[in-house]
């Protein structure tokens, strides 16, 4: 089993920025994906941003050149640095680490889910 652990939501104006963190504990294995996630009441869940284990970096669309990810050197933290944000960030942001075993088997767990609103 793996734990997620996040922290840094919050209110924030819009052009704001917020920074949020994911610790993660427990079979992390070394082959692995860690990311953010979000959603909105009522709608599936989207990638915000994953970095793996070999620092291999996806953004979605609409957060790329404001959004950044990154991990600790252990690769057991994930940031996400948000900057200029506006309304339509606002959503429940979840961590994601996702193991990859050998034969393409895969492992997913999530964190508790963080709020971050944008609002003036």
């Known amino acids: 089993q793996v734990q997620l652990v996040e922290s840094g939501g919050g209110l924030v104006q819009p052009g704001g920025s917020l920074r949020l963190s994911c610790s993660a504990s427990?079979?992390?294995?070394?082959?692995?994906?860690m990311g953010w996630y979000r959603q909105d009441p009522g709608k599936q869940r989207d990638l915000v941003a994953s970095?793996?284990?070999?620092?291999?970096?996806n953004y979605a669309d609409s957060v790329k050149g404001r959004f950044t990810i990154s991990r600790n050197r252990a690769g057991t933290t994930v940031y996400l640095q948000m900057n200029n944000l506006n309304f339509e960030d606002t959503a429940v942001y979840y961590c994601?680490?996702?193991?990859?075993?050998?034969?393409?088997?895969?492992?997913?767990?999530w964190g508790q889910g963080t709020q971050v609103t944008v609002s003036s």
């Open positions: 970095i793996s284990s070999i620092k291999t970096i």
């Open positions: 994601n680490l996702q193991n990859i075993y050998g034969g393409g088997s895969k492992a997913d767990y």
């Open positions: 427990g079979r992390i294995h070394g082959i692995n994906v």
